[in-house]
């Protein structure tokens, strides 16, 4: 019995349902693999830069007391007495030291203020607020007071704010930090420049060496593609050290200049933002040859014949002809190394000098050394939204304008 034209449209969806839900099935141990090995871990580490367990948690009875309060003279007695009551609670647990540590981040030297005043609960008497003050002159400092209660919220923008080199005051506006503490943005500014010079070099490096390998003969290309794969089997380590030891001033590339006459005396190319820069381009560079090969491979030869034979210069025809089917590899090849570069550590830990280390450095720092998870969550938050914002301006011109070079 034949079909109707609505009952086989009617079985080819539900073909087509059975079909995606199979694939899904199949796809389901590495979709589950992802999200709970690397989505979750990653949204909980960028989770940090707002978290804000310590002070809302550990001192209730404070923030409560202080929601009301004027910031500009010290609290009243309530608070005083609240403040008291909490850190006698919070005396002897884990919560004391995280509440310590967290607020020694906003006001240095808080930490061991509030150890101290911790205790001291224990043998308050009323008139609380004469009390402390008696016994603990910092807390007549209204700017303590507000470093509680701009961190009354369960979410923060503290580690934010500090990553951008802004602060809130005791008042609760944002403000500049001191300009002796404002490194953040240099930071990042550091960062790009680095990434962007880097990402020049290996383009004006690696775009010569595709064109030559995507218009070799097959035999040729495969050597040349082995060549350019072959630092992938060394450790990424063993490359930076090796650089450490060819660049140093009794190293091979110091020799060989004085050798030329190039110099006369070893030129300091380790430890500074030379070695750095040579380090990275080596390391990153088949990351570009390899984009823009899969691209070149693909432009036919004849384009170029064919603008020759119409009377078009070499330079138009590669400008003209030849870069607009390019400029897909370009800005892969681009894009990859550029991210890569953002958040690179190896290579300015070992070869770099103290002013050429990068944002990788201080999220290792702040998450391996004093253990503060928000500034480094915050760090690497920022560098996310902006590679991401990045990518978004890409797509929106690769998608839009087509890449062309009029």
Same mark, same amino acid.
């Given at each position: 019995?034949?079909?109707?034209?609505?009952?086989?449209?009617?079985?080819? =969806?539900?073909?087509?349902?059975?079909?995606?839900? @199979?694939?899904?099935?199949?796809?389901?141990?590495?979709?589950?693999?992802?999200?709970? $090995?690397?989505?979750?871990?990653?949204?909980? $580490?960028?989770?940090?830069?707002?978290?804000?367990?310590?002070?809302?948690?550990?001192? %209730?009875?404070?923030?409560?007391?202080?929601?009301?309060?004027?910031?500009?003279?010290?609290?009243?007695?309530?608070?005083? !007495?609240?403040?008291?009551? *909490?850190?006698?609670?919070?005396?002897?647990?884990?919560?004391?030291?995280?509440?310590?540590?967290?607020?020694?981040?906003?006001?240095?030297?808080?930490?061991?203020?509030?150890?101290?005043?911790?205790?001291?609960?224990?043998?308050?008497?009323?008139?609380?607020?004469? $009390?402390?003050?008696?016994? &603990?002159?910092?807390?007549?400092?209204?700017?303590?007071?507000?470093?509680? !209660?701009?961190?009354?919220?369960?979410?923060?923008? $503290?580690?934010?704010?500090?990553?951008?080199?802004? =602060?809130?005051?005791?008042?609760?506006?944002?403000?500049?930090?001191?300009?002796?503490?404002?490194? #953040?943005? *240099?930071? #990042?500014?550091?960062? #790009?420049?680095?990434?962007?010079?880097?990402?020049?070099?290996?383009?004006?490096?690696? #775009? %010569?060496?595709?064109?030559?390998?995507?218009?070799?003969?097959?035999?040729?290309?495969? +050597?040349?593609?082995?060549?350019?794969?072959?630092?992938?089997?060394?450790?990424?380590?063993?490359?930076?050290?090796?650089?450490?030891?060819?660049?140093?001033? &009794?190293?091979?590339?110091?020799?060989?200049?004085?050798? @030329?006459?190039?110099? &006369?005396?070893?030129?300091? @190319?380790?430890?500074? =933002?030379?070695?750095?820069?040579?380090?990275?381009?080596?390391?990153?560079?088949?990351?570009?040859?390899? %984009?823009?090969y899969s691209v070149l491979k693909g432009i036919p030869r004849d384009h170029m014949r064919a603008?020759?034979?119409?009377?078009?210069?070499?330079?138009?025809?590669?400008?003209?002809?030849?870069?607009?089917?390019?400029?897909?590899?370009?800005?892969?090849?681009?894009?990859?190394?550029?991210?890569?570069?953002?958040?690179?550590?190896?290579?300015?830990? @070992?070869?770099?000098?103290?002013? *050429?280390?990068?944002?990788?450095?201080?999220?290792?720092?702040?998450?391996?050394?004093?253990?503060?998870?928000?500034?480094?969550?915050?760090?690497?938050?920022?560098?996310?939204?902006?590679?991401?914002?990045?990518? +978004?301006?890409?797509?929106?011109?690769?998608?839009? *304008?087509?890449? =062309?070079?009029?």
């Amino acid at each position: 019995m034949s079909l109707s034209a609505t009952e086989l449209a009617a079985q080819v =969806r539900k073909a087509d349902r059975r079909h995606e839900r @199979l694939m899904l099935g199949l796809a389901a141990p590495t979709i589950g693999f992802i999200v709970v $090995f690397f989505a979750l871990p990653l949204a909980l $580490f960028l989770f940090r830069s707002v978290d804000n367990p310590e002070v809302h948690d550990t001192l %209730p009875r404070t923030l409560a007391a202080l929601a009301h309060w004027d910031r500009r003279t010290l609290p009243d007695e309530a608070a005083f !007495a609240a403040l008291l009551a *909490d850190l006698k609670t919070a005396q002897g647990k884990p919560e004391l030291s995280m509440l310590a540590r967290r607020l020694n981040y906003v006001v240095p030297g808080f930490r061991s203020i509030i150890i101290r005043t911790a205790r001291l609960s224990g043998e308050a008497t009323p008139a609380y607020r004469d $009390f402390l003050i008696a016994r &603990e002159p910092a807390w007549r400092d209204v700017a303590h007071w507000g470093a509680i !209660a701009n961190e009354s919220s369960r979410l923060t923008d $503290f580690y934010l704010l500090g990553a951008l080199d802004l =602060r809130r005051t005791a008042e609760g506006r944002i403000a500049r930090v001191d300009p002796q503490n404002a490194v #953040f943005l *240099d930071l #990042f500014a550091r960062t #790009f420049w680095i990434s962007l010079t880097v990402t020049l070099f290996c383009l004006a490096i690696g #775009f %010569p060496v595709a064109v030559v390998i995507a218009q070799a003969k097959p035999d040729t290309a495969n +050597l040349l593609l082995i060549l350019v794969l072959l630092p992938f089997w060394s450790s990424l380590l063993v490359r930076a050290t090796a650089w450490i030891i060819l660049l140093q001033d &009794e190293g091979l590339v110091n020799q060989a200049l004085i050798w @030329l006459g190039v110099i &006369e005396r070893p030129v300091k @190319l380790i430890f500074n =933002r030379i070695g750095l820069i040579i380090s990275m381009t080596h390391v990153l560079l088949p990351f570009m040859i390899l %984009p823009l090969y899969s691209v070149l491979k693909g432009i036919p030869r004849d384009h170029m014949r064919a603008a020759a034979s119409l009377g078009a210069p070499p330079v138009v025809a590669f400008r003209r002809v030849y870069l607009p089917q390019a400029l897909p590899g370009v800005v892969a090849g681009s894009a990859l190394v550029f991210v890569i570069s953002l958040g690179y550590y190896v290579a300015p830990a @070992l070869v770099g000098g103290p002013g *050429d280390q990068m944002i990788g450095y201080f999220v290792a720092y702040f998450t391996s050394s004093t253990a503060n998870w928000g500034m480094a969550s915050a760090l690497g938050s920022l560098l996310l939204v902006i590679v991401a914002l990045m990518y +978004l301006s890409l797509a929106r011109v690769v998608g839009f *304008d087509r890449l =062309r070079v009029r």
